[in-house]
């Protein structure tokens, strides 16, 4: 028997029942699927609530729309647009049960799962773990066919029409093939949702579909944990990832640092409560003892790698820092690492403005998720967030508003990497403990 969470006591008790369909479904599911499967009911996902998802170790996930719908009274256009027949016998457009499906499974490579999501941006190939399906209970599968007949009979129709076009030079080669190819995709489409579409008595077709898709070397141990740590989800990784608010006497302090005797004076005001004040300084950068240096402090004050942020206003910095911690452990980035730019013009070499955009959008979507990981980001970039922890590094080049930004992102814990020469200097050694 499958797992099914939350147990069916507990969803039975539920504020919001599940309905027939759903109940039903999820018993379905339970007696007829072995013990490998994990079905999860109505997850909360940040602002989605899919129906039900279904995990397969090793192999796939499966999004599930449910609906208690009598399709006799629904109709599907030649465009796959839905209607519904309302109490006056007039059509109203609705939002089609497999666009939802396809909607929840697009935001998990968007919005829930940064894993996968940087997998998938990087290459398309993990758009296919995720199956999408849509279940309809009130149902017969002839009915999901009568639905769909008639719009792909219509398309037929044009079909036929502009090969008899053709036949008779009515209309040019260049001209028939876009229209064809126009046509045939709509087909495509109708044919794609028939196909993703179950009723009550096709259940035992929609197993059979799941227990044929095979082992996918994509969908690794690394992606099924993430997907089962955001379906289940612990109180306190809603608490992540928040925006940083300030309070009265933090917005006080908030505008605009004009030069350096205006920051060293907002700082001697406003900076209060830290439990760790470090200030490191050094004549030239060298990334590699940078990256000791914090290792150490991770190791002696045993910070949480997903409290630790490192920020800093130069990319190649951060890529190099970023390439020591990844020699043992994940990190996140809100930039993209050179080794991602690498493999964006190696797998997309004719769409890589588009792609490379896509990667940067994601990043810094999924940045302040709670990741678990150390992360790495600019400090324009980490503007108007906070790190319980948070090493800065600067190069002597950064305006004071910059080194005042950077260094009021610590919630708890400050480390400061300086130049000798800097113009902070000065400040920094006679404010802050210096090792």
């Not at 507990?10 to 490998?36: C, H, M, Q, W």
């Not at 089609?96 to 909607?103: D, Y």
């Not at 095979?214 to 955001?230: Q, V």
């Not at 907002?266 to 760790?276: A, E, T």
Request: glycine fraction near 2%; hydrophobic fraction near 35%.
């Amino acid at each position: 028997m499958a797992i099914v969470y939350p147990d069916f006591g507990t969803i039975s008790k539920l504020r919001v029942p599940a309905t027939e369909g759903e109940f039903f479904l999820l018993e379905y599911l339970s007696a007829n699927l072995d013990s490998s499967y994990e079905v999860f009911f109505n997850p909360f996902l940040d602002g989605d609530r899919p129906d039900v998802i279904i995990l397969k170790k090793q192999h796939c996930a499966i999004i599930l729309e449910v609906k208690d719908w009598t399709l006799s009274l629904y109709s599907v256009d030649q465009n796959n647009k839905w209607s519904v027949r309302t109490k006056d016998e007039k059509l109203q457009a609705i939002r089609s049960p497999q666009k939802q499906a396809f909607q929840y499974k697009e935001n998990m490579f968007e919005l829930h799962l940064p894993i996968l999501g940087m997998k998938e941006a990087l290459n398309k190939n993990f758009y296919k773990v995720i199956h999408p399906y849509v279940y309809f209970h009130n149902s017969k599968a002839t009915d999901v066919d009568l639905l769909y007949d008639p719009a792909l009979a219509e398309v037929s129709e044009q079909k036929n029409k502009l090969n008899e076009q053709r036949k008779y030079d009515q209309v040019s080669q260049d001209s028939y093939d876009r229209k064809r190819e126009f046509l045939s995709d709509k087909t495509r489409k109708l044919e794609r949702d028939r196909g993703m579409s179950f009723a009550k008595d096709s259940l035992d077709k929609l197993v059979k579909k799941m227990n044929g898709i095979r082992k996918n070397i994509l969908f690794s141990d690394e992606i099924y944990d993430e997907f089962k740590r955001r379906l289940s989800p612990s109180e306190w990784t809603f608490l992540q990832g928040k925006a940083m608010e300030f309070d009265a006497k933090q917005q006080k302090y908030s505008i605009s640092v004009d030069d350096l005797e205006i920051f060293e004076t907002k700082m001697r005001q406003g900076y209060i409560n830290l439990d760790l004040v470090a200030y490191q300084f050094y004549n030239y950068i060298k990334t590699d003892r940078v990256a000791d240096i914090i290792n150490d402090y991770i190791k002696q004050h045993k910070l949480v790698p997903n409290d630790i942020t490192i920020i800093s206003s130069k990319i190649n910095i951060l890529n190099q820092l970023n390439d020591f911690f990844e020699e043992y452990e994940n990190t996140m980035t809100m930039f993209v690492t050179t080794q991602e730019d690498n493999e964006c013009r190696r797998n997309n070499s004719h769409d890589y403005d588009m792609v490379i955009k896509k990667v940067a959008r994601r990043k810094k979507h999924f940045f302040m998720q709670n990741s678990g990981l150390i992360k790495l980001s600019t400090i324009h970039s980490f503007k108007g967030m906070e790190s319980e922890t948070t090493f800065c590094i600067f190069d002597g080049s950064e305006a004071p508003e910059i080194v005042y930004t950077a260094i009021t992102r610590a919630k708890k814990n400050l480390v400061i990497f300086d130049k000798e020469d800097s113009i902070y200097a000065n400040f920094f050694r006679s404010e802050y403990i210096t090792k």
